[in-house]
Nanobody, 124 residues
């Protein structure tokens, strides 16, 4: 089993930055890809970006490309989501999710392991 724990959320002013962390433990050798999703109140969970576990290739949603960056610390089995130039529309609960398949899936249905989420609130 793979276990994911997110951290780093908080309250930030528009234009500011935050870095979220997703620490993976357990059978991390089973991870093919890891992704970040977010869900705002009353909205569906949406893909933010993802990274392949083996070679760190990344992909992003159009809404965050150029502002958000995903990276991985191999030694710590931790994936980071660096979020810059935040705006109130980025306010949501952010989740990391893992899948076995080595593909950057963009649907929440593609992922079977989820963290508990961390709240990001951007004030205007």
């Amino acid at each position: 089993q793979v276990h994911l724990v997110e951290s780093g959320g908080g309250l930030v002013q528009a234009g500011g930055s935050l870095r979220l962390s997703c620490a993976a433990s357990g059978r991390t050798f089973n991870i093919g890809a890891l992704a970040w999703f977010r869900q705002a109140p009353g909205k569906e969970r949406e893909f933010v970006g993802g990274i392949l576990w083996s070679d760190s290739m990344t992909g992003y949603a159009d809404s965050v490309r150029g502002r958000f960056t995903i990276s991985r610390d191999t030694a710590k089995n931790t994936v980071y989501l660096q979020m810059n130039r935040l705006n109130p529309e980025d306010t949501a609960a952010y989740y990391c999710a893992a899948r076995r398949l080595r593909l950057l899936g963009r649907s929440a249905d593609d992922f079977g392991v989820w963290g508990q989420g961390t709240q990001v609130t951007v004030s205007s």
